[in-house]
């Protein structure tokens, strides 16, 4: 059939538009979602563009109605309306998404001659701008840019982790692309009850203006996208992580203290930092080795001269429940045992200009040949998990490059240009023990990308600064990141460099940071403290110095008292934080929240940034700046909530100027849980 003088097929499911620049493709994807895919070349496009995994949300069953101006498809709560130009979104019949277009109506009066044409009610615009735009600059090969309508009062949350204090993204400008402190994830959830999938891993940018919402991919042949809706937002969140997937069960002796700094250079170090705890009566759940305990990048293995007798050790510790873990750096030097084998079989990011250098003179894994998959999962069988170490930190996983110029270079399946933002997916599957099955434990990684919560990503938010204004940060970003996906994230506690670590306001940072961590997913010491101690060696594991000493007895005694109390604190709240782990690997929920998930009702509950649910008992609010005494904090209507430190009670839809000492932060639980017949046993001093 023919649509405005533009070839239509219809089926069951889907909707296909052809003319002579497009075809595109609208079709169900799962209950109250539809995908939209568009490309300009008749071959089809490339479908290794986005999402390795894209699962739809369930079954449905859609109807499609066509009249003379325009095609319908419903799917439960969504209903799209094409116009010959451009498609509109509702949600349970309210306008929520409109693409941007204005071009001149089909037909044109002129003077007269032409009276018995009637004249269409239909908006016209001289302007000649489509929603969809390709532009073609090589075989295959487009810019792509996707255009709605604007909407300054909506709010948007999600895109993974920006180094940015603003939580509502509407109005901002961000790039597409993975760089060292930024992951890209680029999934919104609106105010409005839907979210949205720009699907697509090229690098590009979308700016979300007043005027404009603007999506550009700079090299690709699709532009694909998903929205999904629901009747609030904890909903819509169900039907995106059922999309793209959910994390696994969390094992429960995990969930303690991770001892972590820049960087332990020998076993005997590290054994001392392990026997300092045990004497404070705290059992570590992971102490992690940095990098450079190999002895030359690409080697993934232990240099042994400094970790000789690590597979005893890490037996040892199995008594306490502490596990090792072992940084991972996809670069690669020509000192590598395996070099000529990286090089000869194109396993490493190749430059089109012969200059393979992509970071401090090294080269890149290339994660996404096959080959190197295989052959890193088998060095990590016969170097780490044969010595009892099956955790892992996937560093460097943006890649991080001297300068991020992804069009010069090419990887397995093309430019990287066009497939960059999935390298950490790729590494993440590089790790993995048994490539027919996800992983089931973490792997800490500096980025991640859709999909790879299924495969245990904890993401962290990487290289950043010592200071307050980072701190608040941080909060966004482990917010942001959990509607996005990937419910598993951490941050280096204190930050993880810059500033003098023996300074009062360095201390008072790392309280304030710690007591922030023990309410977020991972709790985990970790960062580049001054002054470095000197390298051991002129070699291998020896030739790179040290930071500070980074444990909880670091800081002098007063720190040392109020980071016992709270790591105490975190284990006796083991069973709740298990359950929280639990629920979000059943639904996809955040583990650290925006109370709005909880109460999408409660108007203010969408303007609070400064505080957060962590599970849905407890609201968390901490203190980002230095020498507070008093902190103004909302505490959502619906319940009241108790003060777990001094007990007191507060009815909820009121702001509280709520009393801060530097041994606590207000954290308060919702009266009425089981965890309240807990409060005075876990937070007790």
């Not at 979602?33 to 071959?43: A, I």
């Not at 960087?263 to 705290?282: C, F, H, K, P, S």
């Not at 291998?540 to 790591?567: A, C, D, Q, Y």
């Not at 100027?657 to 965890?675: A, Q, R, S, Y």
Request: hydrophobic share 35%; proline share 5%.
């Amino acid at each position: 059939m023919f649509f405005k003088s533009k070839e239509v097929t219809v089926s069951e499911q889907a909707f296909i538009v052809k003319d002579r620049d497009q075809c595109l493709k609208v079709e169900e994807w799962g209950r109250d979602t539809v995908r939209v895919t568009c490309y300009p070349d008749r071959k089809g496009f490339d479908p290794q563009h986005g999402m390795e995994e894209l699962e739809k949300n369930g079954s449905t069953t859609a109807a499609i109605t066509a009249t003379s101006d325009r095609l319908t498809l419903t799917n439960n709560r969504m209903t799209v309306v094409y116009d010959g130009e451009k498609l509109t979104f509702y949600n349970n019949g309210v306008k929520i998404l409109e693409e941007y277009a204005r071009k001149q109506s089909q037909v044109r009066r002129t003077v007269a001659i032409d009276a018995h044409i009637p004249i269409p009610d239909e908006p016209t615009s001289s302007l000649n701008i489509s929603p969809r735009e390709f532009t073609h600059f090589g075989e295959h090969a487009y810019q792509a840019t996707l255009r709605f309508e604007g909407d300054p009062d909506e709010k948007l949350y999600g895109m993974g982790g920006y180094q940015e204090e603003n939580l509502d993204k509407n109005g901002g400008t961000y790039e597409l692309l993975q760089r060292n402190s930024q992951t890209t994830i680029p999934f919104y959830l609106s105010d409005k009850q839907y979210g949205f999938i720009w699907n697509n891993a090229a690098i590009g940018d979308v700016t979300f203006g007043r005027n404009q919402k603007i999506w550009k991919s700079n090299n690709t042949t699709v532009i694909d996208y998903l929205i999904t809706v629901g009747e609030n937002p904890k909903q819509v969140i169900e039907n995106y992580t059922q999309m793209t997937g959910r994390t696994p069960r969390a094992v429960p002796e995990l969930l303690g203290l991770w001892q972590s700094k820049l960087r332990y250079q020998t076993l005997d170090e590290l054994r001392a930092v392990y026997q300092g705890y045990r004497q404070r009566n705290i059992a570590p759940s992971v102490l992690v080795i940095d990098y450079y305990h190999w002895i030359a990048d690409g080697d993934f293995a232990f240099d042994s001269r400094y970790w000789g007798g690590i597979e005893a050790f890490a037996e040892e510790i199995k008594a306490t429940g502490t596990q090792l873990m072992v940084s991972l750096w996809p670069t690669i030097t020509k000192e590598s045992r395996y070099y000529q084998g990286y090089w000869n079989n194109q396993l490493l990011i190749r430059s089109v200009t012969k200059k393979d250098t992509l970071f401090a003179g090294k080269a890149l894994l290339d994660f996404f040949h096959p080959e190197t998959k295989t052959h890193l999962r088998q060095v990590l069988n016969e170097n780490y998990r044969c010595k009892g170490i099956y955790l892992f930190w996937a560093d460097q996983a943006e890649p991080e490059m001297d300068t991020y110029q992804h069009k010069e270079y090419l990887v397995y399946d093309g430019s990287l240009e066009k497939y960059a933002n999935k390298y950490p997916f790729h590494y993440l599957q590089a790790i993995q023990a048994d490539p027919e099955r996800a992983n089931t434990a973490p792997t800490l990684i500096r980025s991640a990308w859709f999909n790879s919560q299924k495969y245990g990503a904890l993401a962290w938010s990487g290289d950043i600064e010592s200071s307050f204004a980072s701190l608040r940060k941080q909060i966004q970003v482990g917010l942001c990141m959990g509607i996005s996906g990937i419910a598993w994230w951490t941050s280096d506690i204190g930050g993880f460099h810059s500033g003098n670590s023996q300074s009062p306001r360095f201390k008072e940072l790392m309280i304030r940071w710690f007591q922030f961590a023990v309410f977020s997913p991972i709790l985990r010491m970790h960062g580049d403290r001054q002054p470095h101690t000197q390298k051991i060696g002129t070699s291998g594991g020896g030739i790179r110095t040290s930071g500070g000493p980074n444990e909880i007895w670091s800081f002098g005694e007063e720190v040392e008292g109020i980071l016992m109390h709270f790591t105490h604190i975190r284990t006796r709240l083991k069973n709740y934080i298990t359950d929280v782990y639990d629920e979000s690997a059943t639904t996809g929920l955040p583990i650290m929240r925006c109370l709005f998930l909880d109460f999408p009702n409660d108007p203010k509950a969408w303007e609070e940034t400064s505080a957060y649910l962590f599970g849905s008992d407890l609201l968390v609010a901490p203190v980002v700046a230095a020498d507070v005494t008093r902190m103004p904090v909302y505490l959502p209507k619906g319940c009241n909530w108790i003060h777990v430190f001094t007990k007191e009670v507060y009815p909820g839809g009121q702001t509280y100027n709520i009393v801060v000492t530097l041994d606590n932060i207000p954290v308060f639980c919702k009266e009425g849980v089981p965890l309240e017949h807990y409060i005075e046993e876990i937070f007790e001093n």
